[in-house]
């Protein structure tokens, strides 16, 4: 199954064994989901659902995993069975928590997941229906789950990973923030030396859609030279849109790479070098 789905196959899909997730994220999602939301939605939160935050973003950064255990019990709470079919939306194209809450059920070994193409703004632009119904479905039992499958790796993983010339380190953030021309989020401006700069907005058109499959992959190898992916670190902020794309990578057709979850929340609070500038 493809990670992505067009909003004209979503407005096709009549079938009960599908479940809805909206991922919006922010201070008002919450409130803003009980407003308006696709119809037959369930809500997870980024801050809440998606990850489980300490007082030291220094130790795991803004948006650490949480515990395998408390995320399977949650699927549970959602309706979520290994045999049913994800689709995951939010309202910023798959970058807000949609893809972070994609790469999370892929990383328990749920393949049957996607994210729905151009977010909530084309799904009901394509006509798909919207309510401010509170979805609460039947609590199943805990998803059987009990690790994560896909690679992560530490930060000081990554700090080795910059002295040798055979990894390459993805920084999906903005270029303005990589550079350390600005900081709107964390404590200090910059980016791991030797990271590359491919910002997660160039995985879109000037719809906000996907860009074809082709393109990606041209894109991604061109950057990275041809690597293999477990040669590649992607990180962005705080594990959240560096999902974005490692979705876009697998919609290229390419596998996964290692996700550096901690991100540069936790490397610019942790005491090592930062460079700034190309």
Request: proline share 4%.
């Amino acid at each position: 199954m493809k990670p992505i789905i067009s909003v004209e196959e979503l407005v096709l899909l009549h079938n009960d064994d599908v479940v809805l997730i909206d991922a919006r994220s922010g201070a008002d999602a919450s409130a803003e989901y009980k407003k308006f939301h696709l119809r037959g939605a369930v809500h997870m939160h980024l801050e809440f659902d998606l990850a489980m935050k300490t007082s030291n973003a220094a130790q795991g950064g803004r948006h650490p995993l949480p515990a395998i255990e408390t995320f399977a019990d949650m699927l549970g709470e959602a309706g979520v069975t290994r045999n049913c079919r994800v689709i995951i939306y939010d309202d910023k194209n798959g970058a807000n928590a949609a893809a972070r809450l994609w790469w999370m059920l892929r990383a328990i070994g749920h393949t049957t997941v996607q994210v729905i193409d151009g977010g909530m703004e084309h799904a009901l632009k394509a006509g798909f229906p919207a309510d401010d119904e509170v979805v609460k479905r039947s609590r199943i039992t805990s998803y059987k789950t009990n690790e994560w499958k896909l690679p992560v790796v530490t930060i000081d993983e990554v700090d080795g990973m910059t002295k040798d010339e055979n990894y390459v380190v993805v920084d999906v953030r903005s270029r303005e923030r990589y550079r350390g021309e600005v900081e709107p989020i964390d404590l200090v401006a910059g980016h791991i030396p030797k990271a590359i700069n491919i910002p997660f907005t160039e995985n879109l058109d000037g719809e906000g859609k996907f860009k074809s499959p082709l393109e990606l992959k041209q894109k991604f190898e061109l950057a990275l030279h041809q690597r293999k992916q477990e040669q590649v670190v992607v990180h962005c902020g705080s594990g959240v849109t560096a999902c974005h794309t490692i979705l876009a990578m697998n919609y290229a057709g390419m596998d996964f790479p290692n996700l550096y979850v901690g991100s540069w929340s936790e490397w610019s609070r942790a005491g090592k070098e930062i460079a700034k500038g190309e």
